[in-house]
């Protein structure tokens, strides 16, 4: 078997009156071969409170995602503090430095990008997008929040479907979870 680690891509979340909503494609691959189609790379935590989604290693996202939610019990559901207390980590234990993804993270409040060399980002306009796809779902996604008035989960649907049609990386198999 190959080496190569497998990887996931493409996750934007955006957020519309009061309703937030986090969307991923389904693609996993191992260098240029396609290896699952129908991937959920979302993820609701603290009793659905908040979303997460990742795109990179999956194996190192599924390792985040568990010491995430250990953040997010610590400090009582408290995401700034949470996210970033697990950046702090993740930047210098010397096991999670070596860990190989991108986290988005939103609530009803909040909206995240988190790496492993310790960024912490806000986006100015909430809308979160990580992954190979994720500029192109990001671009999308501003166009529909400024020129239409469709619902979050919609634009989260058109903002992957446009990432689709032009990274080879990311697929039509959508997820979308909201709170």
């Not at 991923?24 to 935590?45: F, N, P, W």
């Not at 993740?90 to 990008?113: F, K, N, P």
Request: charged fraction near 25%; aromatic fraction near 6%.
């Amino acid at each position: 078997m190959n080496s190569e680690t497998w990887h996931s891509t493409t996750i934007i979340g955006v957020r519309r009156n009061g309703k937030v909503a986090m969307a991923s494609d389904g693609q996993v691959t191992m260098g240029e071969t396609i290896i699952k189609q129908t991937a959920h790379k979302v993820r609701r935590l603290h009793d659905g409170k908040v979303l997460v989604g990742f795109a990179g290693a999956t194996a190192d996202a599924f390792t985040l995602f568990e010491r995430f939610e250990q953040k997010l019990d610590e400090y009582s559901g408290n995401l700034p503090r949470a996210v970033v207390e697990l950046a702090k980590d993740w930047r210098t234990d010397r096991v999670l430095r070596r860990l190989e993804a991108l986290l988005g993270i939103m609530d009803g409040q909040y909206s995240y990008v988190v790496s492993g060399s310790g960024d912490v980002i806000e986006p100015d306009d909430g809308v979160v997008a990580v992954g190979s796809g994720g500029p192109y779902a990001l671009a999308a996604a501003r166009l529909l929040l400024k020129h239409t008035q469709l619902p979050a989960d919609k634009i989260a649907r058109e903002a992957i479907e446009a990432a689709a049609a032009v990274c080879v990386y990311t697929n039509t198999e959508i997820t979308i979870e909201t709170i």
